[in-house]
């Protein structure tokens, strides 16, 4: 191990004279630090952690720190199509509010064929001495990473279709079904109906259906409507004939979804809205006079994302757990125009 003294003795110069100049103490003239640098650098001198913290404790110097980072992973083409997205745009926004208010700085990374693959992602972070890792609501199908997970600690949003297990935060799913059927039973509907993704129950490990089959439960046979899925990658334009057929066969009086174009696409059926067909959105992302539904807490789960991650970076928690938790962020139920009280 090359040692100060090893430095002097080249620089020809006092053992002390080395370790004011490699700390930039201005008693050194700049030419005379710049030289003794040049000849640490040139042997390999490197400084002894341990040596400068005390140290600098004792001479009250303070030493600059470096701000830790994390990593956002979107496989979102661009940094467009995250704020053109609401939701996608508070799970980043919470996030990096929140890092930076922990002393973190967070990095929009993307993930993608024409961005970054998994061996260009590790580098990347390795060069970013980044250890901390929040993949943030991919869209399926689409690509996967495959990292060595034990070097980093992870937080998934949502994305449980994808490998690692890891914790997850994400918007309660299951809550805000139940929240909106028993909003709209007491409003008076009976007839329920709800239409949502394969794509958002994979993302969701089924908790939209899974809301829907508690709240069935408890009702006559008769009311109980069977869930409309719409396939993978299915347009608004294409999902609607399915949609018209789904609610004039089970007579369906309001239908509940995910999709931010429920109204638009109730009142493409041909229906009139809400006389004829009400409508409710389960994933609201500001509220809206026009449109009744649940309020998500996105910037909330981006937030909470970021705080289980400083705290895993804190106490040294990294790879795959075997019992991997879940974080559910509540929403809270809004009235409006597209479901009004049942005369």
Known sequence: RV????????????????????????????PTRARISAIATGLGYQRDPVLMALTSRRTGVHLPRRTQRMAFLTNHPDRAAI???????????????????MGY?????????????SSMLEARLHDAECEGIIIGAFNIPGETITLDWSR??????DSRFMEPAVVVVANDQMQAVRLAYGRLYELGYRR???????????????????????????????????????????????????????????GVQVVISNWSEILPM?????????DELACVCLCLSDPDPLVAGVVQNHL?????????????????????????????IAGHWQNGASAPPVR
């Open 3 to 30: 040692t100060l003294k090893d430095v002097a003795r080249q620089a020809n110069v006092h053992v002390t004279t080395v370790s004011l100049a490699l700390r930039g103490h201005p008693g050194i003239s700049a």
């Open 83 to 101: 704020y053109g997205a609401p939701h996608m745009r508070y799970f980043f926004e919470g996030a990096r509010r929140q890092a930076e208010a």
């Open 105 to 117: 700085s967070c990095d929009l990374l993307f993930v993608s064929e024409t961005h970054l693959s």
């Open 152 to 157: 980093y600690a992870i937080v998934k949003i």
């Open 192 to 250: 329920i109906g709800m239409a949502v993704g394969l794509y958002d129950e994979a993302a969701t490990r089924d908790l939209y259906a899974a809301g829907c089959l508690i709240e069935q439960a408890g009702v006559p046979p008769a009311e109980r409507i069977p869930p409309l899925h719409f396939a993978y990658e299915e347009r608004v334009q294409d999902v609607l004939p399915n949609l018209r057929s789904w609610v004039r066969e089970h």
């Open 266 to 274: 109730a009142m493409a059926t041909g229906l009139r809205v809400p």
């Open 300 to 328: 909330a789960v981006g937030r909470q994302a970021a705080e289980v991650l400083a705290l895993a970076l804190k106490v040294g928690q990294r790879g795959i757990s075997p019992c991997p938790p879940a974080v559910y």
